[in-house]
Structure formats: C-alpha cells, structure tokens
C-alpha cells in the first residue's frame, strides 16, 4: 500500500484559491484549490490513502461526519473514501517526527510520499517530499511528481 501524506495549508488550501474562491465563502481562507485536489483524487483512485499531517487534523474529530471544515472539504473533493483507516499522524512535536511516528506504527508502509509546503525537519525523509509553494500550492511539476510517483502513465492528462 502507498501513503500519501496530505499538509492542507500550502497544498490544497491556499492563497490562489482564496483570490479565485473568496467570494463564495465570505472572504474565509478555507477555499481548496480543485485542480490539486482532482490531481490527488486520481493518484488515490491508484489504490494511494491518504494520512492526513497538516494542523487541520487537530480539530477533527471524524473526517467521515462533516461536522467540521476539514470532514467538509475532503467530502466536497470526494477524498473521504481515500484516508487510510488510522487517517492522521498523531500529535507530538514537528511534522517530520509525527510521519516518522506514523511509519513506526505501521511497518508494512514501505511507500510513501508527502505532499507540504514547509519540510522542517524532514531530512531524513526528504526524497519523499514533494515540496508545494505555500501561496499557489501544487504547481504543474509538483503534479507530474506526484503522478510518477503513483504511477500514473504519461498519456494521463494532467487536468
């Protein structure tokens, strides 16, 4: 099985899609930008989880119930159904120790990628990182990254 671990700020959330979405939500900076959450929905639909590792998952509870923003906006990409069963990286310190944590408990991972916009300490992890621009999220090449990576032929169309 592959794990994509999914940071939401500087991925999917971003400054681009508060400028193109704003207007529908009031102007909040919660607008997810759909060509990069299309491009991860076709790398899960590989049979790739996702493992959320962004702040997001320190205010939801249950992603499946869309009592929150985060359960809402996984729901509206239809990537619910993608989250791996133990769906986020537990909460004790940097980013990179919480995926390393996560990997620790579950040895059979031996393939995985994350996608953020800081890599703080994630040296050690680094191959594995695809390393989004915090305003304009996933670019083009971060895209192809991602979809080589998943295995994704080249004839796929990108968007």
């Not at 991602?146 to 295995?151: E, N, R, S, V």
Request: with cysteine; glycine share 6%.
């Amino acid at each position: 099985m592959k794990v994509l671990f999914l940071d939401i700020d500087g991925v999917l959330c971003t400054l681009r899609a508060h400028y193109a979405y704003a207007h529908k939500r009031r102007g909040i900076i919660d607008s997810w930008d759909p060509v990069g959450a299309k491009a991860i929905k076709e790398v899960c639909n590989t049979g790739v989880k996702i493992v959320i590792s962004s702040s997001w998952r320190h205010y939801c509870v249950n992603p499946y119930d869309k009592s929150d923003i985060l359960g809402i906006r996984l729901t509206e990409h239809e990537l619910t159904e993608h989250l791996h069963k133990d769906w986020k990286t537990g909460i004790d310190g940097t980013r990179g120790k919480e995926i390393r944590q996560w990997l620790s408990k579950h040895p059979n991972i031996k393939d995985f990628i994350v996608l953020d916009d800081n890599i703080f300490d994630m040296e050690d992890v680094t191959p594995y990182v695809i390393h989004t621009n915090a305003n304009d999220g996933m670019s083009t090449d971060d895209i192809k990254k991602l979809y080589k990576w998943a295995g994704i032929g080249k004839k796929k169309k990108i968007v």
